[in-house]
Every structure is written in C-alpha cells, then in structure tokens.
C-alpha cells in the first residue's frame, strides 16, 4: 500500500479505525507494553499528547506482547492500566505483533518505510514513528528515546 492512510486497525474496543482519518495530522504510532521497564514512557507520551492535540498531534498505542511477554493481559486489562495508572486518553488499539509473519499490515508498512538500525525488525517494547502532516516522511525512534525527546521534531512538523 502507498501511505499510512490506507490503512485500517482495530481499537481495543474492537471498533475499526481508519487511518484515513488522520491525513493532515501528525502521527505518533508506538508498539507499548505495560510490564516493561519503559512502560514509564506513557506519563510523557501522555504529556505530548496533552500539549500538541489541539495542534494536530495524534498518539497512538499498539499494545503487543512479543517482547518478553510483558503486556499478557486482555485488550480491556491494558487499556484499562494505561488509563488508571498514566492517565492516558490517546488511542489504544488492539494488541498486535509487530515483528513475524502475523506482524500487523501497519507494523509492516511502517517498517520498510523506516528501517531501523541494522535490521528493520522492532527491537523492544515503545518504538515510536513520528508521521508528517502528507503522510511521507516518516521518523522512526528507538524504545530508549524518551517521549519528551521527541518534541523539537514534533514541533517541526506541526
């Protein structure tokens, strides 16, 4: 497929999301877990989300559970966490793979588009792909990047 706006996932609710609906935002996409050691990350993901969300910034979480197993729980469990304990009102999707043959089409997408260091596989548990406005430039930043790291490139693109 040709852009980020062809795609579709499902919310942790189930109801489909059409990522044809972001063209002309920016977009945060991050693979999150929420019994890892960066799962901290939310409370900043969470900040970002509240300063740029009037200005065109749309976050979202994919929860998935290949790394170390540490996002076990149902997708209502994890949404649930994520809101209980960091506050967080971006979107939560359903749990995916991001990496492997059942790998999420976006996982995918966003992957060959933004290659990572060495191989293109995800790594770890909040990798993070910051999307411009047009949907054709897109960053891609490492799980020890923290959320507030991110700024000054958000900043760019807004």
């Known amino acids: 497929m040709g852009s980020i706006y062809d795609y579709k996932a499902l919310t942790s609710n189930g109801k489909e999301y059409d990522f044809k609906e972001l063209e002309g935002k920016v977009i945060l996409i991050v693979n999150t877990a929420s019994k ?3 799962t901290p990350q939310f409370e900043g993901l969470e900040a970002l989300n509240q300063k740029y969300k009037d200005r065109g910034l749309v976050i979202i979480g994919f929860p998935c559970n290949q790394f170390g197993h540490q996002d076990p729980g149902s997708d209502a469990e994890i949404s649930g966490f994520c809101k209980l304990n960091y506050g ?6 359903k749990k995916v793979d991001v990496n492997g043959e059942n790998a999420h089409p976006i996982f ?3 992957k060959k588009q933004a ?3 060495i191989t293109s596989a995800i790594k770890w548990n909040f990798t993070k792909f910051l999307i411009s406005r047009d949907g054709k430039k897109i960053e891609r930043y490492s799980p020890i990047t923290k959320p507030e790291k991110l700024e000054k490139d958000i900043e760019a693109l807004l």
């Open 36 to 38: 890892c050691g960066f």
């Open 88 to 93: 967080v009102s971006f979107q939560m999707m």
């Open 115 to 117: 290659g990572g260091f």
């Open 108 to 110: 995918k997408y966003l």
